[in-house]
């Protein structure tokens, strides 16, 4: 009997540790992985803002100093989403996020290429040109661009979703199951513990008073 609520405490020890153990990696997913590719995405997003406003500018302003300003801030934001990507390029390794990045990738490979007719038209002073390839050719590429790779933020806001869900249900589970240990043990306990005295009654003859009296 004694070994039984031993036994039943020992479980409710180990389903406890698994549980936690379970909910630890689901934080840890959230913390190490989905967040910093959320990061990684939305700071794309912004370096791809920051180029379509530098570009906006060069059409705006046709001084050759201040295109050249935007012309290198383009570059460098070219440069920040090259490693953004790389980044996401390490991290992403499920077959449904790497169809995404590669969505992403794509997109980018057309909008590079508009960026570069967008300058040249604007380097040409072709003003009207330029005008209307950004609203007719251009914006449409952005947006798509822009598209995908929201597109990969909401899958990572998902999955991180999914995770939190999976946390609470591994708690409740896990809650449920102890109180039911915690009962079976609480029974068993008693049960034990009745055993016991009436064992020792067998034993005496009946209650120690009584016994006592008998004796004397």
């Known amino acids: 009997g004694f070994s039984v609520v031993c036994a039943l405490l020992v479980t409710s020890v180990l ?4 549980a936690m153990g379970r909910i630890g990696a689901g934080l840890n997913s959230v913390v190490n992985d989905h967040f910093p590719r959320i990061v990684a995405s939305t700071n794309i997003l912004a370096q791809t803002d920051a180029i379509a406003i530098a570009l906006r500018n060069m059409m705006l302003n046709p001084g050759a100093a201040d295109r050249e300003r935007q012309t290198q801030a383009i570059a460098q934001a070219r440069q920040e989403v090259s490693r953004q990507l790389g980044t996401l390029e390490k991290a992403l390794t499920e077959p449904r996020d790497r169809t ?50 929201g597109a990969l933020v909401e899958s990572e806001k998902g999955a991180i979703v999914q995770a939190g869900t999976n946390a609470q249900e591994t708690a409740l589970s896990a809650r449920a199951g102890l109180i039911g240990l ?13 055993l016991i005295t009436r064992s020792l009654l067998r034993e005496l003859g009946g209650e120690p008073r009584a016994a006592a009296q008998v004796a004397r």
Do not use: F, H, N
Not at 15 to 18: I, V
């Open 15 to 18: 389903m406890g540790l698994m």
């Open 100 to 149: 995404l990045l590669q969505k992403v990738q794509e997109q980018r490979s057309l909008y590079l290429a508009g960026q570069e007719e967008l300058m040249g038209l604007i380097q040409s002073d072709q003003a009207d040109q330029s005008r209307e390839y950004l609203a007719t050719k251009l914006r449409p590429v952005l947006a798509a661009y822009k598209s995908a790779i």
């Open 182 to 194: 915690g009962m079976v043990a609480l029974m068993a306990a008693a049960a034990l513990g009745w």
